[in-house]
C-alpha cells in the first residue's frame, strides 16, 4: 500500500468519524448534560392522591439537589438517608432537594412506601415515563445534579454519594452565598 493510499484511508476515516458525531450531536440535542452546562427543565408528578404536575422552572432562582433514582436501586438506598441529612442541614438555608423516582408507573405506592420507610422530608415526585432520565441523558441511577441559582449544573455525580460529607456541604454551602440573580 502506497503513502497515498494510507493517507486517502485516514482522510476516509476521518470523514465517517465527523458525520458520525454530527449526527449523534443531532440525535441527542444540542449537547451533553454535564457541569457546566444549563439544566434543562423537565416535568414529573407529585405522590399526592390527586397528583400535580412539578417542573424544574418552579425552583428557578433557587440552589437545587436533583437527584434521580427507582426504589429496586440499592445504591439509592444507602445514599438517601445522607441527602434526608443535607435536607435537615441546609433546607433552612434555601436548599431545595428533588427526588424524581423513574419507576414504572406501577409502583406509586412503592414509592410512597419507600418514602415513609426512609422519612425522606423533601419533595419526592415520579416520571412514570421516565423522560427525565432521557433528558439528563443519565446512564443508570442514582444520578445527581447540582443546580445553582443560574440554573447551571454545578456538579453531577453518577453513583451513590454521601451527601453529608464536609466537602458535598462546603459546595452546597457555597452555592447558597451567591446571590440571587
Not at 172 to 177: E, G, R
Request: with cysteine.
Amino acid at each position: 500500500m502506497t503513502v497515498r493510499h494510507q493517507w486517502t484511508l485516514v482522510g476516509g476515516f476521518l470523514v465517517v468519524v465527523a458525520v458520525v458525531l454530527f449526527g449523534a450531536t443531532h440525535l441527542f440535542g444540542e449537547g451533553a448534560v454535564v457541569a457546566g452546562s444549563r439544566a434543562p427543565d423537565f416535568q414529573a408528578v407529585t405522590l399526592d392522591t390527586t397528583p400535580r404536575t412539578v417542573s424544574l422552572d418552579q425552583y428557578r432562582g433557587q440552589v437545587v439537589l436533583l437527584n434521580i433514582w427507582a426504589t429496586y436501586c440499592v445504591p439509592c438506598r444507602v445514599e438517601m438517608p445522607s441527602i434526608e441529612n443535607l435536607q435537615q442541614t441546609m433546607a433552612n438555608r434555601g436548599l431545595h432537594i428533588v427526588a424524581v423516582s423513574i419507576d414504572d408507573p406501577t409502583k406509586t405506592q412503592a414509592i410512597r412506601n419507600f418514602v415513609k420507610h426512609y422519612g425522606l422530608t423533601f419533595q419526592v415526585l415520579h416520571d412514570p415515563d421516565g423522560r427525565i432520565a432521557k433528558t439528563y441523558q443519565t446512564t443508570g441511577v442514582p444520578e445527581t445534579f447540582v443546580i445553582g441559582r443560574d440554573g447551571v449544573i454545578r456538579k453531577k455525580i453518577i453513583g451513590a454519594t454521601l451527601w453529608n460529607t464536609d466537602a458535598n456541604r462546603a459546595l452546597v454551602s457555597t452555592l447558597l452565598d451567591e446571590p440571587a440573580r
